[in-house]
């Protein structure tokens, strides 16, 4: 599976913690919850971002950067081993973590869903694709390439938001 967007941060977000998005295999407060976050790493740098995983974390993905107010493209990519993470259509980080890939549960801009965590700044054309991208794939999405040359289009698109309304809750 793919999840990328195009983001413009003004921060970090409230307590250092902005997340971009988070899915999750079980609802919220459960036991058998397992997070799969790409979040502001509160306890990196200025430019520092981190997965959560659910107990196995990958911290300190620098997106030099990225709290400039410009636009940036971000995507992760994962099967059931291999999670990659890219920006601006470049790979940053990538690690063997055991994963399912059946998640239930979508939250874009807030890793809690709540007040706290919540993104501050922008994020335009949340994109989940059936797929895991490749990285030429990926490149041609943060060069802004029509989604006709990706994948399978339409097929290999699940769900797209484009988030061009001024505010509210989906």
């Known amino acids: 599976r793919t999840y990328e967007c195009f983001v413009t941060a003004n921060s970090k977000g409230e307590d250092d913690s902005g997340a971009v998005f988070k899915a999750g295999t079980a609802v919220r407060d459960s036991d058998d919850k397992v997070d799969f976050t790409l979040r502001f790493d509160n306890d990196g740098g200025d430019d520092d971002m981190m997965m959560e995983l659910g107990d196995d974390n990958m911290t300190g993905i620098t997106m030099a950067g990225i709290t400039d107010g410009e636009r940036h493209h971000v995507a992760v990519t994962y099967d ?20 399912e890939t059946g998640f239930n549960e979508l939250v874009v801009g807030s890793w809690l869903g709540r007040e706290d965590g919540q993104w501050d700044g922008v994020i335009a054309d949340f994109r989940m694709w059936n797929d895991c991208l ?17 994948g399978d289009y339409p097929d290999d698109l699940r769900l797209w938001w484009r988030l061009n309304e001024p505010g509210g809750r989906t």
């Open 80 to 99: 059931k081993e291999q999670v990659r993470v890219y920006y601006d259509g470049v790979l940053v980080r990538s690690g063997t973590r055991d994963l």
């Open 134 to 150: 490749s990285d030429e794939e990926i490149g041609q999405l943060a060069a802004g390439e029509p989604l006709e040359e990706i």
